[in-house]
């Protein structure tokens, strides 16, 4: 699987953005899907997180609330709709997809795709 994430960019604090991971050579609709973001210095972190087949989603507490993420099977992509960006939220964001989270504990990822800058202006 091949995932590219888009849609990252430098915005204001309390503006809203939307990610975009887009999958080709397999089907995403076997795989949970996540996103995980990296600021400067700071480890990967997860940020959400939905599953295949019921849509069951997680979040990080730091966006629960203001990040949603969906997926749609038919166009093989997920998305990270993110509202009320706080500069705390400056990050480069990756998808990934994962063959064995079922929506609770460690979302372990199979594949990783390339990230999208976001940064947030306060």
């Known amino acids: 699987v091949q995932l590219q994430a888009s849609g990252g960019g430098l915005v204001q604090a309390g503006d809203s953005l939307r990610l975009s991971c887009a999958a080709s050579g397999r089907a995403l609709s076997t795989y949970a899907m996540g996103w995980f973001r990296q600021a400067p210095g700071k480890e990967r972190e997860f940020v959400a997180g939905?599953?295949?087949?019921?849509?069951?989603?997680a979040y990080a507490d730091s966006v629960k609330g203001r990040f949603t993420i969906s997926r749609d099977n038919a166009k093989n992509t997920v998305y990270l709709q993110m509202n009320s960006l706080k500069s705390e939220d400056t990050a480069v964001y990756y998808c990934a997809a994962s063959a064995s989270w079922y929506g609770r504990g460690y979302f372990r990822p199979d594949y990783w795709g390339r990230g999208t800058l976001v940064t947030v202006s306060s």
């Open positions: 939905i599953t295949s087949g019921l849509s069951f989603t």
